[in-house]
C-alpha cells in the first residue's frame, strides 16, 4: 500500500512539473484593442484566455482557424486545437455596441519545454489579429509588474531597477518593450545624458518593434532633449 501511495504522489508531483498559469502577462504590441487575460500550460496544451473590446459600430470578430502560436527563442510553432466563446471563421461574433466586450479562449498545442515568449499569429489575409512577445517568464512579468507599480507610486529609482533587471535577464527579448520605460524614466529624473545613450541604443538595435517605441518617444515632451 505505501508504494502505491508514494508512485502516485510521484505521479501527481511530475504531472504538476509542467503546469503554470500566468496572468495578465505582458506584451510588447497588439494589432487590436485585445488584452491577454490568462495563459494555463499544461504538458499538453497552451490555453490563452483573450478579451477583445469593440470600437466600431457594427463591428464583428472571428477567430480563424489557421492561427498559432510562435515560440521566439527557437521561432518553433505550435497550432489552434479548439477556440471557445467565439466563433470560427467565416461564422463571426456580432457586437451591439462600440465599448463591447468579447472574452474567448484558444487552445494550441505544446512545447516540449515551457517558452519564455510568444507570439500569437492569426494567419489569414484581412483584418487578423496578432499579439507579439507575450511574456512567459514568471521572473521577467515580475519585475515588469513591479517596475510599473514603482513608476505609478513615483518610485522613479526603484521602477527604473526593475526594468533594467528586466532588460539585463533578458536580452534575448526580441522586442523594445522595456527600453522606452527606462529612456522615460531617465528623462523625468532630468538625467538626459543617460536618456540620450539608451535612445541611442534603441536607434541602432535589431529590436522587431523599435520603430513603433521611437515612435512613441518622438510623442513625448522630453524628445527634443534626445536629438540634440
Known amino acids: 500500500m505505501k508504494s502505491i501511495v508514494v508512485l502516485l504522489i510521484s505521479i501527481i508531483i511530475a504531472g504538476g512539473l509542467f503546469s503554470q498559469t500566468i496572468t495578465k ?22 490555453t490563452i484566455t483573450l478579451t477583445v473590446k469593440n470600437q466600431l459600430a457594427g463591428g464583428e470578430f ?26 470560427i471563421c467565416p461564422s463571426s461574433h456580432k457586437f451591439e455596441n462600440p465599448g463591447e466586450e468579447l472574452t474567448f479562449e484558444l487552445e494550441f498545442s505544446n512545447f516540449n519545454e515551457i517558452p519564455k515568449y ?26 515588469i509588474n513591479q517596475g510599473y507599480s514603482y513608476f505609478k507610486s513615483g518610485n522613479l529609482d526603484f521602477a ?14 526580441p522586442f523594445a518593450l522595456l527600453y522606452g520605460n527606462i529612456i522615460e524614466i531617465y528623462a523625468l529624473q532630468k538625467n538626459f545624458e543617460k536618456a540620450k545613450k539608451w535612445y541611442q541604443f534603441l536607434q541602432s538595435s535589431k529590436f522587431i518593434d523599435k520603430g513603433h517605441v521611437i515612435e512613441q518617444i518622438s510623442r ?9
Open 25 to 46: 502577462p505582458n506584451f510588447a504590441l497588439a494589432t487590436h484593442p485585445i488584452l491577454v487575460d490568462k495563459i494555463s500550460l499544461t504538458e499538453n496544451s497552451i
Open 62 to 87: 472571428c477567430a480563424n482557424e489557421l492561427m498559432y502560436i510562435q515560440e521566439l527563442k527557437k521561432n518553433r510553432k505550435a497550432n489552434l486545437l479548439k477556440a471557445s466563446g467565439i466563433p
Open 118 to 143: 510568444i507570439n500569437i499569429i492569426e494567419d489569414c489575409d484581412e483584418n487578423c489579429f496578432s499579439i507579439y512577445g507575450v511574456v512567459i517568464d514568471e521572473k521577467m512579468n515580475k519585475d
Open 160 to 173: 527604473l531597477a526593475s526594468f533594467r533587471t528586466a532588460a539585463r535577464e533578458n536580452a534575448d527579448y
Open 220 to 228: 513625448k515632451d522630453f524628445f527634443d532633449e534626445l536629438s540634440d
